[in-house]
């Protein structure tokens, strides 16, 4: 007699009594299977997180210029037609290893407008890490991108800055970078959006995480420009 199995079923009630027991003893046993698993899903939700902060920042005109256009914000080679904006805290160990990639891919690339967000999220732990970023808004606001850039790879290189005088309006720019970074999911650093400098369409926007290769950011520049064409 041959056994059929309940309709919409693919096993019978046996076998899927038996499913369970199964698979925990083979997970068990082989349990680099849920790294792999675990993997797969951080992956799957940072893609859909990327896709989240593409659309935004193609189709929301002021999130995309507070983003690239805020005149508090450093900026240097201001003319380029493609942006990588950088996320980063004096305090952080990766910003600071990170540091001689970027001063080498802002050199290499006079034709790359680069924007860089003080984000000092170590602040409640390192007061220096708040210092360092007020400081270098105010060296922004008074001698221009040069003196900027400068103080900034050099403060880097020594995790932190002498203290100066810094202007008052400074703590506003922070907040707003604040701001800026939880609207775009953006909780550590360093981190890198690299997008067309105006009318950026969603697959020319590259969110970069963690400390990056220069490849990796040579690759999100040459996408900036290339898009869907």
Known sequence: ????????????????????????????AHPEILLQMSEKLEAQQQTAANRTVQTALATQPE????????????????????????FFDYQCIWCARMAPVVADFVRDNPDVRVVFKEFPIFGSRWSMSVQAARTGLTLWQLKGGEAYLAYHNAALQT????????????????????ELAQQLNISGTPAFIVMPTFEARAEQVTPLYGAVDVKALQAAVVQAKAGGH
Request: glycine share 6%; no cysteine; charged share 10%.
């Open 1 to 28: 007699m041959i056994s059929r199995m309940p309709a919409g079923s693919a096993f019978t009630p046996a076998q899927q009594n038996a499913i369970g027991p199964l698979a925990r003893d083979y997970l068990l």
């Open 63 to 86: 999130l995309q210029a507070t983003l690239l256009h805020d005149p508090a914000t450093p900026v240097v080679h201001p003319d380029g037609g493609v942006t990588v904006v950088q």
């Open 159 to 178: 995790a932190g800055a002498t203290p100066m005088t810094v202007l008052p309006e400074t703590e506003k720019t922070l907040l707003a970078t604040r």
